[in-house]
């Protein structure tokens, strides 16, 4: 399925990485897209209505860049920076 990425179209979006913290995940979100990476988040506005996340964050990739936004993420990961999470808990691994 092709899905719309500010207008421009993407491959089948996949899984990155899910998060329980809107700041981590809007960070990597940030960091991803400034390398040119587009990215959905899923569960945004709805993960943190009350004192604790009401469903996880979902960090959503086109399939074709997933293996690039890994390697943008892993120095950070490597050397222990939590400034980012930097897909702290990636899924699929």
Not at 23 to 31: E, H, I, K, P, Y
Not at 41 to 63: D, F, S, W
């Amino acid at each position: 399925m092709i899905l719309v990425k500010d207008g421009r179209p993407c491959d089948e979006w996949v899984l990155y990485s899910t998060f329980d913290s809107l700041l981590n995940a809007s960070l990597t979100r940030g960091f991803l897209e400034a390398e040119g990476i587009p990215c959905l988040l899923e569960n945004e506005y709805t993960a943190t209505t009350g004192y604790a996340p009401a469903a996880p964050l979902r960090l959503l990739v086109p399939a074709s860049l997933l293996v690039r936004a890994r390697e943008l993420c892993e120095p950070a990961e490597n050397t222990g920076n939590d400034s980012g999470g930097a897909g702290r808990d990636r899924t699929g691994e």
